[in-house]
């Protein structure tokens, strides 16, 4: 009979340690868990802060960068639901709740366009990345499908936009310079763009300015060409003279 209770009690001492070895474990990758998501959570909210601050105004709706600024926002209180108590939370949060205030006051600053492709191509690329973040957020059924398309109809056109600027500031500087052939080759450029992404006629006005800019600069070059081929018609009218004096000089001089 003893010797049952001390079986049984030994029995029962290793159940116990199980358990609480096995606990410890569940603790312990709950807790690597956490830190993983932490780290993850605060890798978004930077994504967040960088496409905001490296994207210019004039690329996406103030709706749309109020967008960007709450779900920054939602990411650090996410943190913090997790325990999180590092310092920076204080400091992220306060800092996207100004953000997001500036975007909602409407007194943002003003952003020139761009006019160099290196630029434009930094602009574009922040774009793709805030695209990528739109589905994902619609295929974790955080947004719905109509606001998701939105905003991916706005950065589709931002994308587009920054090309169009950098070949109308290529167009004008060809333009000051004397070079309409150039100018011309830059303003189709636009046009091609706009053409390949105009839903519900978008771009038409532009379009129209366009082909205006195009029409009045191929005239100027008519112009030109008429007159380089006068100029070179009077040319060789010129050498056959010298040449016929030459010869006829050549007959006395025999």
């Known amino acids: 009979m003893v010797i049952v209770a001390v079986l049984g009690g030994i029995f029962f001492l290793a159940i116990l340690m199980v358990v609480v070895v096995y606990a410890r474990q569940q603790n312990e990758k709950k807790k690597i868990e956490e830190l993983r998501r932490i780290r993850m959570l605060a890798d978004r909210g930077r994504q967040m802060q960088l496409l905001l601050d490296e994207i210019p105004p004039q690329y996406i709706s103030s709706d749309l960068r109020a967008f960007v600024a709450n779900q920054w926002v939602d990411l650090l209180h996410e943190q913090?639901?997790?325990?999180?108590?590092?310092?920076?939370?204080?400091?992220?949060?306060?800092?996207?709740?100004?953000?997001?205030?500036?975007?909602?006051?409407?007194?943002?600053?003003?952003?020139?366009?761009?006019?160099?492709?290196?630029?434009?191509?930094?602009?574009?690329?922040?774009?793709?990345?805030?695209?990528?973040?739109?589905?994902?957020?619609?295929?974790?059924?955080?947004?719905?499908?109509?606001?998701?398309?939105?905003?991916?109809?706005e950065v589709k056109l931002g994308f587009t936009q920054t090309l169009v600027e950098v070949f109308r500031a290529s167009a004008r500087k060809a333009e000051d310079e004397g070079n309409q052939r150039i100018a011309v080759v830059h303003y189709k450029r636009i046009m091609s763009e706009l053409n390949r992404h105009n839903p519900n006629g978008i771009h038409n006005q532009t379009l129209l300015e366009c082909r205006e800019t195009i029409a009045k600069l191929e005239e100027i070059i008519a112009i030109q060409s008429e007159s380089n081929d006068n100029q070179l018609a009077d040319s060789v009218d010129v050498m056959m003279e010298d040449q016929d004096s030459w010869k006829k000089k050549q007959i006395y001089d025999d």
């Open 80 to 153: 913090e639901q997790l325990g999180c108590k590092e310092p920076r939370i204080k400091t992220e949060l306060e800092v996207a709740q100004n953000k997001l205030q500036e975007i909602r006051s409407s007194n943002q600053p003003k952003h020139e366009s761009i006019n160099d492709l290196q630029a434009a191509n930094a602009v574009r690329r922040n774009l793709k990345q805030l695209n990528k973040i739109v589905i994902g957020l619609y295929q974790e059924r955080k947004i719905a499908q109509r606001v998701a398309q939105g905003y991916l109809n």
